[in-house]
């Protein structure tokens, strides 16, 4: 049996800077004033492992699979249409966009669509299959992780009216939105593991991931109220969600690790990613990366070991579009020669 945890982070912000505009103009595309289209998510997950080994060259395991889910979201700029809060400030409609919950303020006029998805707690499960020959160090592992269904309360902004001029946008919405529940779906993942020892206290790996994007999307309550009553009006093609994929991520990681001693080990390694479609939504605009990583693990006791690592990412240049555009060819900007860190904690127990 054995437990790990690993923690996540992400945080996007968007500015007309950021991106170079195609077929439209692009000032003000992603801003309101002084604010910007921002995203942040964060999740943790946390398995416990039980595992079978009816000999020394197999094990079977399986485990429960916790995990938490928390963001917020904001839309600001000519881009998101209705959503981006141009209306307001745009034509003069700034007191039709005021707050209709006073407990917000008298000065709490609306910029664009946000939302704060509230920490939500879930339980999934994983199942794998292990085989290794001890002589040469080789191993193999496939591993299933199931979706995590997340009922979360989604708290919503959203303009009383929305523009002055009804033909264009025929929409009436609450401006606030409170206790509004909401069911995202983290999706399912195979990963298959390879190792194969090359000299003494020194292997090499391979890390192949794959997810199941094209399944997941996320649609706030209101956000989808106001997406069902564009598309009756034919304001767009569709009835969108928030964020949705049309292509599944498939990854790889190749690497090299080393044992040092007892207590402290090293890992190098390189890494690919596909995306997941282009045109991608522009709350994460990147058609998938190429990586180089360095981990470190130290083990205070045979049993326990403490794991860090961090990550530098050349991400793909893509095509962004907005929500209302998905599943078409249509984009709003390019984005391109981009980069990000990432990292990452475990920790586990051996028994």
């Known amino acids: 049996m054995g437990q790990k945890q690993n923690i996540q982070g992400a945080d996007a912000r968007h500015t007309s800077s950021d991106a170079v505009a195609l077929k439209t103009h692009n000032a003000g595309a992603f801003t309101v004033g002084d604010e910007a289209t921002e995203v942040s998510v964060d999740t943790q997950t946390l398995s416990l492992i039980f595992g079978f080994q009816p000999n020394e060259n197999w094990n079977i395991y399986a485990g429960p699979v916790y995990q938490t889910v928390e963001g917020n979201v904001q839309l600001r700029g000519t881009a998101y249409g209705p959503y981006g809060g141009f209306l307001c400030t745009s034509i003069g409609t700034t007191d039709r966009c005021n707050k209709a ?98 000299m003494e206290n020194t292997i090499a790996f391979a890390q192949l991931r794959w997810v199941d994007w094209s399944s997941f999307e996320i649609r706030p309550h209101q956000f989808n109220q106001l997406s069902k009553v564009l598309y009756a009006s034919k304001n767009v093609p569709s009835n969108f969600a928030l964020v949705a994929y049309d292509k599944d991520q ?102």
């Not at 917000?104 to 669509?113: A, F, M, Q, T, V």
């Not at 995590?148 to 002055?164: F, G, M, Q, R, W």
């Not at 609450?174 to 399912?188: D, G, I, L, W």
């Open 101 to 198: 919950d006073s407990s917000l303020g008298k000065d709490h006029n609306y910029k664009g669509y946000k939302a704060q998805i509230k920490e939500d707690s879930s339980v999934g499960w994983l199942a794998g299959l292990a085989s290794q020959i001890p002589e040469i160090a080789l191993k193999a592992s496939l591993t299933y992780r199931s979706e995590i269904d997340h009922k979360t309360n989604i708290n919503e902004e959203l303009p009383v009216t929305v523009s002055a001029t009804a033909s264009a946008f025929p929409i009436t919405a609450a401006f606030y939105e409170t206790n509004r529940s909401s069911k995202v779906t983290t999706p399912q993942s195979v990963n298959l593991d390879l190792q194969s020892g090359i």
């Open 250 to 351: 498939i990854s790889a990681n190749l690497g090299v690790a080393r044992k040092f001693n007892e207590q402290w080990a090293g890992t190098l390694m390189v890494g690919w990613d596909s995306g997941a479609g282009n045109p991608v939504s522009t709350l994460g605009p990147t058609d998938g990366y190429w990586s180089a990583g360095l981990d470190g693990q130290f083990s205070p006791t045979p049993q326990t070991f403490i794991q860090a690592g961090v990550k530098y990412f050349w991400l793909g240049d893509a095509k962004s579009q907005v929500a209302s555009d998905f599943g078409t060819d249509k984009y709003i900007a390019n984005f391109n020669d981009n980069h990000a860190i990432g990292y990452s904690l475990k920790m586990g127990y051996r028994f």
